[in-house]
């Protein structure tokens, strides 16, 4: 299994430009989840699903638009990327009680 | 989801058992507390989780107090590479997850 992986693993936007964050995961896990780490802080969640189909907001979700299609695959898409977006992205995925897995990140620069 | 309470940082000897708090006294019934940690800025490692009884593994224990208002998780032989952010996090069986600050833990030579 590779667990989850996202892409890319770095990116520089300008302002007001969009782009789509790739989180794709293989252990069929039903619960996923897309989180903001800024520095010196801990995660902030963004948005959340718990199956093909269904999506929720978390504590932080302006700005982002997700979509569940598939059981493998939540993408986090940036609509209009500010300053304020300069972060790391990570994407997570479990199964039931089981822990989180978490991806390696996106470290995301906007200018 | 129950909020939980940490100290914002910890020092531990290199070899010596470092033990990091975890207050979560609103904790519910079906609540399950996890421990995860994050070195520099990769994506945060599953330690353990637990609901009511005490639980071991290869890289840690997780004692739970019998009213389940808070935990100790314990490294038992510190090394350097233990260096991290440690974040105790309560959440149902299917709920999110939502970190606080954690506890930064640095082992000393």
């Known amino acids: 299994n590779a667990g989850v992986t996202q892409t890319p693993k770095f990116q520089v936007l300008k302002t007001g430009q969009s782009m789509t964050l790739q989180c794709a995961q293989d252990m069929n896990h039903e619960y996923m989840s897309w989180y903001r780490q800024d520095p010196g802080m801990g995660l902030r969640l963004i948005h959340y699903s718990v199956g093909a189909g269904i999506t929720d907001q978390g504590e932080v979700p302006n700005g982002y638009n997700v979509s569940r299609s598939t059981t493998e695959d939540f993408p986090l898409r940036l609509l209009s990327a500010a300053p304020s977006q300069t972060s790391v992205y990570f994407c997570?995925?479990?199964?039931?009680?089981?822990?989180?897995?978490f991806g390696s990140g996106t470290r995301l620069t906007v200018v | 989801d129950a909020k939980t309470t940490q100290p914002p940082s910890m020092d531990c000897a290199e070899g010596r058992a470092a033990n990091l708090p975890c207050n979560h006294s609103t904790i519910s019934g079906n609540e399950y507390v996890y421990w995860y940690r994050q070195i520099h800025s990769q994506g945060p490692q599953y330690i353990i989780h637990?609901?009511?009884n005490n639980e071991t593994n290869e890289m840690a224990s997780l004692i739970i107090t019998e009213d389940r208002k808070s935990s100790t998780l314990i490294l038992p032989h510190a090394t350097l590479r233990d260096t991290a952010v440690y974040y105790c996090i309560v959440s149902k069986g299917g709920g999110q997850f939502y970190f606080g600050t954690g506890t930064s833990l640095t082992v000393i030579p």
């Open positions: 637990g609901l009511k």
């Open positions: 997570a995925s479990r199964r039931n009680s089981l822990g989180y897995t």
